[in-house]
């Protein structure tokens, strides 16, 4: 990872930095990455008492050379939280409930954890920043400045609760509540949009390419760009945006570089992967067909679930560029895995069965 | 319509998702604010009873989520309670008002088994390794389930159960219950939850029945047979499907061409039934609460009789008492015993 001097980061070797999630797909990455700038001093909040193996070989590589202490806890605990923040000087908040149907559970464990964890901070009174986990899926991908280029500029979903998708309406929720707390509460923040984060330990093939729900995959993409970032890659801008000086209460989209198209990307995982039938549904036909999804799934009240409709089309398959310019300028990212040697990586993992590594 | 949570955040998640006027984070407020005349109460089992007794002290009718209480002695409680206010209470039991339980329940009313049930077979699974529930399960030692008398068990059965007290006649019937922790369970470590049960429940003069919960087995059955002195039934929840047995044999080859064709042709007619069901916008996933909600409220405006008979909710609350208290027994089970039970 390059970095610039460690005079232009927030805090200090020896400041304790907390990360919620510390065991996940990304968290792991971010220790790794946070103990290899030379912090020294980490809290690592995890729910499940035993650890995922790539975490615990992180943990043996820097045993001597940085206090690392591993707390389990769960985030809806108030006195969870209260252990959790003390003394924290940066937080980086990953814990995420990812309720892939529940919203219920989808919003207590991305929006109550997260305002139980601001509180923490809040009444802690030693954070200098808190770094939130976010995702692409809280842009309504319509109405963007720069038309087709989704950059930090373009809007978030103004309506998520209709988008019929849980995890979108709980990340929105979540990121609205830490911009609030941060007027109210002065309380610097960051906010990471990742696009879609791929890498060994996150096997399948993600919406965006194409769906196997019907017994047959309907691959929706087409020649769209697919928005990935390398999950080492994500997680060097995630420790990049959150101890780089001077980026406060700013927005961060995450995105590699040479992006290929769900085209390209179904080709390649088709060839390394496995082989398997696709139909390809063109763009204007998956949209009409989300339309009338959406259609029928309130004129039968609920009959079907509302999780296709116009709003989760415009967001996972209309034709659009990403942008990771202000990542590169702000706090100086670049991606240490190329995409081609990401995939590579990532094909090979989903061959031998996704490995959690 | 208003909505309470003991977390305002919950509460107003709910407000923004739906049509609801106000939203509460407790339940004093929504009682003399929102004035409702039903409460639905969809909190962990631990709360029903004191919830439910608040709202019917409040003058509501209460509609009270599946495990209806902890145990027997509160239900019994919580309805004289209402009886004694002229309020009407029903469990949350809807898979037995689903498309097909209805129909069954029609079938049996009007003779088709020759008379009442003979023998029952309720099976009634559970995937485990389904995300949200499994995961909060196993990684959360004070997750509220696991505080259950039931444990785990506790909080999935009832709808099994009640399939079978619907067709009890005794008020006590005997019950004899194994449970164990799967291989699965204990392969991950977890050895405080047991997740396999069969149960058997007989009485003097009446019917019998098997009772099997599994979060192994394949497939994942919910099922309920009732067999009378002619035919039989079987009703696959999953499917929504509903067959019909022969009791009278056919002669000699006959029997085994006769009989599978005509399982054959039932199948056909079910999938038809469904998909005309589909296109009539009547096959929600949760057709049967939206049918138990219906007729609750209905009952409540017209003073009708509810439609889950209060002895088949004390029925099944007994039946429970008596399948967790032969697991206390059990050097692996980790319920907390319900006090009011215990001391009774």
Sequence with gaps: MKTREADSWIVRPDDLILVTGATGFIGRRVVKALLELGFRNLRCLTRLACSAKGFEEVLRAHAG???????????????????????????????????????????????????????????????????????FAVYKNSGNPKWRLLDESAPIEDHPELRGNAY????????????????????????????????????????????????????????????????????????????????????????????PSSRRFLRLYKRSVRRFHSIYVPHALSYYLCCLWGWYSKWSRGQLPPVYNRKAW????????????????????????????????????????GSNT | MGVCDRE??????????????????????????????????????????????????????????????????????????ADARGLK?????????????RRMRELIQSGFLGGAPVHMESYFCYEMGRAAYGSALFSDKNYWVRK??????????????????????????????????????RSIGETELIDELRVIISEEQGPTAYFTFSSQMHPSLHQFR????????????????LIKLRGQRYVSYVEKVVPPVSLAKQDISNAITNVRRFLKRDFHMKSGMKYLIESFYESTIRDTPVPI???EIILTAHIMDRIFSQMRKSPEFNGVPCLAAETT
């Design chain 2, 89 to 101: 209470v029903t469990a949350g039991h809807d898979d037995q008002f689903r498309h097909s339980a």
């Design chain 1, 65 to 135: 050379s940085a206090r690392v202490e591993v707390v389990t806890g769960n985030l809806l605990s108030v006195d969870d939280c209260a252990v959790a923040a003390k003394s924290a000087a940066l937080v980086f908040h990953l814990a995420a409930g990812r309720g892939e149907k529940s919203f219920p559970d989808a919003f207590a464990n991305s929006v109550v954890t997260t305002r139980n964890l601001l509180d923490a901070c809040v009444a802690e009174r030693t954070m200098r920043r808190f770094v939130n986990m976010s995702s």
């Design chain 2, 226 to 241: 009732a067999y009378g002195s002619k035919n039989g039934l079987v009703l696959d929840q999953d499917q929504e499907t």
């Design chain 1, 314 to 353: 415009r967001v996972s398959w209309k034709r659009t560029r990403y942008s990771n310019a202000k990542l590169k300028s702000r706090v100086g990212w670049q991606p240490s895995v190329p995409t081609s040697e990401g995939l590579r990586l990532y094909f090979e993992s989903c061959r031998i069965g």
């Design chain 2, 309 to 311: 008979p209060y002895r």
């Design chain 1, 168 to 259: 979108c309406f709980a990340k929105t929720e979540q990121d609205k509540l830490v911009m609030e707390y941060g007027r109210r509460f002065a309380i610097p923040y960051v906010i990471i949009r990742p696009g879609w984060v791929y890498g060994p330990g996150n096997p399948g093939i993600h919406g965006r390419v194409g769906i196997g729900t019907f017994g047959v995959f309907l691959h929706l993409g087409g020649g769209n760009t697919l928005p990935l970032t390398y999950v080492d890659n994500c997680a060097e801008a995630v420790v990049l945006a959150g101890v780089t000086r001077g980026v406060d209460d700013e927005v961060f989209n995450v995105v590699d570089d040479n992006l």
């Design chain 2, 148 to 185: 259950l008398p039931g444990g785990l068990l506790h909080n999935i059965i009832s709808h099994g159960i009640a399939r079978i007290a619907e067709y009890l006649t005794a008020d006590t019937p005997d019950v004899i219950a194994l449970g164990f922790t799967s291989p699965f369970l």
């Design chain 2, 8 to 81: 305002p955040l919950m509460a107003r998640q709910l407000y923004q998702r739906f049509p609801v006027r106000q939203y509460f984070d407790n339940l004093d407020d929504l009682l003399s604010r929102a004035r409702p005349d039903v409460v639905h109460i969809t909190t962990p089992p631990q709360s029903h009873f004191r919830l439910a007794k608040a709202c019917l002290e409040a003058g509501c009718h209460v509609y009270v989520e599946k495990p209806f209480t902890l145990c027997e002695h509160d239900a019994r409680e919580l309805l004289a309670f």
